[in-house]
């Protein structure tokens, strides 16, 4: 990985404040979501992240500043074991008094729990930098360290909800994977997908990425709780003689029978027409006049007013 402080575009002495502030700017700027025309979204968005998990772990920045650890968070060995120049260094330190390579490795290695191979007491644990140590009979490595789990949100309709069904979801490494809703899936319910988060820094298994499920708002139905409500359309003379009328559910359109002089101040109940089966789907009748008036239909009215007035509220 590139220099994080690079990558985020901050000083190294930036807050922790700053660092957060630059991150969101940054990984708002390059989210794959915003920018689905662009091939290298992806790999920007991921290596922002990177740089940002890094950074704002105060052990790793630390040892990365000290320069004990690359950008990748693998230890820095180099300086000790490559060329003979590293060597003279080693043992002119030594010569004077000072501390030699083999010291100052054995030091720094100490912070994690082991000495190099060959070091200490016989019996004591060994350290491999690209094995990994022994402690208590149980091996230490760096595929170990797993990435950090990502939350995902998935917005999901009703109708895919309603039916468990498969639904493509985009995670944070890039693919894009087809999920399959847990039966009788709740909004706010998380799914967890094993691998699928954000990359380990030091090239262990990946994190898992915990996918929050919410339910999109649907351009026919309103929920409450499992139950759905709707409104339906009707004519006048529907109301009034009854008719056979068309009703949408999740499970598709469904029969109503309007009974003649059907009252619109109440819904109609359909038992188990609700979310899941779980729930009932209720039906607000409107009554809708013709476009631009009818005389017939104000004649008619008028002689109701007249001579069979009725009424409907208390004032």
Same mark, same amino acid.
């Given at each position: 990985?590139?220099d994080?402080?690079t990558?985020?575009?901050?000083?190294?002495s930036?807050?922790?404040?700053?660092l957060?502030s630059?991150?969101?700017?940054l990984?708002?700027a390059?989210?794959?979501d915003?920018n689905?025309?662009?091939?290298?979204?992806?790999?920007r968005?991921s290596?922002?992240?990177?740089?940002?998990?890094?950074l704002?772990?105060p052990?790793k920045?630390?040892q990365y500043?000290?320069?004990?650890?690359?950008?990748?968070?693998?230890p820095?060995?180099?300086?000790?074991?490559?060329?003979?120049?590293?060597?003279r260094?080693?043992?002119?330190s030594?010569q004077a008094?000072?501390?030699?390579?083999?010291?100052?490795?054995?030091e720094?290695m100490?912070?994690?729990?082991g000495?190099p191979?060959g070091?200490?007491?016989?019996?004591?644990q060994?350290?491999?930098?690209?094995?990994?140590?022994?402690?208590?009979?149980?091996?230490?490595?760096s595929?170990?360290?797993?990435?950090?789990?990502?939350?995902?949100?998935a917005?999901v309709?009703l109708e895919?909800a309603?039916k468990?069904a498969?639904?493509p979801?985009?995670?944070?490494n890039?693919?894009?994977l087809n999920?399959? $809703? =847990?039966?009788? *899936?709740e909004?706010?319910?998380?799914i #967890? @997908? /094993?691998g699928?988060g !954000?990359?380990?820094p030091?090239?262990g298994e990946?994190?898992?990425?915990?996918?929050?499920?919410?339910f999109e708002?649907?351009?026919?139905f309103?929920?409450d709780?499992?139950?759905?409500?709707?409104?339906?359309?009707?004519?006048?003379y529907e109301?009034?003689?009854?008719?056979?009328?068309?009703v949408?559910?999740?499970d598709g359109?469904?029969?109503?029978? $309007? =009974?003649p002089? *059907?009252?619109?101040?109440k819904?109609? #109940? @359909? /038992?188990?027409k609700? !979310?899941?089966?779980?729930g009932?789907?209720?039906v607000?009748?409107?009554i809708?006049?013709?476009?631009?008036?009818d005389?017939?239909?104000e004649?008619?009215m008028?002689?109701?007013?007249d001579q069979?007035p009725?009424?409907?509220?208390d004032?």
């Open positions: 990985m590139r994080p402080y990558v985020l575009g901050v000083p190294r930036v807050s922790e404040k700053d957060k630059a991150y969101r700017k990984a708002k390059h989210h794959p915003q689905q025309d662009d091939p290298k979204a992806h790999a968005f290596e922002i992240s990177s740089a940002y998990d890094f704002s772990d052990e920045r630390g500043d000290r320069g004990e650890i690359d950008a990748d968070g693998q820095k060995f180099a300086s000790f074991a490559r060329g003979s120049g590293g060597a260094r080693g043992a002119a030594a008094g000072g501390f030699s390579a083999e010291d100052i490795l054995k720094f100490s912070g994690f729990g000495q191979r070091a200490g007491r016989a019996g004591s060994s350290w491999d930098p690209f094995m990994g140590t022994s402690v208590g009979g149980e091996t230490f490595r595929s170990n360290l797993r990435g950090e789990d990502a939350n995902v949100t917005a309709s895919d309603h468990a498969s639904v979801l985009r995670m944070p890039g693919k894009v999920v399959k $809703l =847990p039966e009788k *899936v909004e706010g319910q998380q #967890r @997908l /094993k699928q !954000l990359a380990s030091l090239s990946p994190g898992d990425a915990l996918v929050t499920v919410k708002k649907h351009r026919q309103r929920r709780g499992n139950d759905l409500r709707t409104d339906l359309p009707i004519t006048l109301a009034v003689l009854g008719a056979k009328v068309r949408p559910t999740l359109p469904v029969e109503l029978n $309007l =009974p002089g *059907v009252n619109t101040a819904a109609l #109940r @359909l /038992k188990g609700g !979310l899941h089966g779980d009932d789907l209720y607000n009748i409107k809708v006049l013709p476009e631009g008036g005389p017939d239909l004649s008619l008028r002689f109701w007013r069979k009725y009424k409907v509220r004032n």
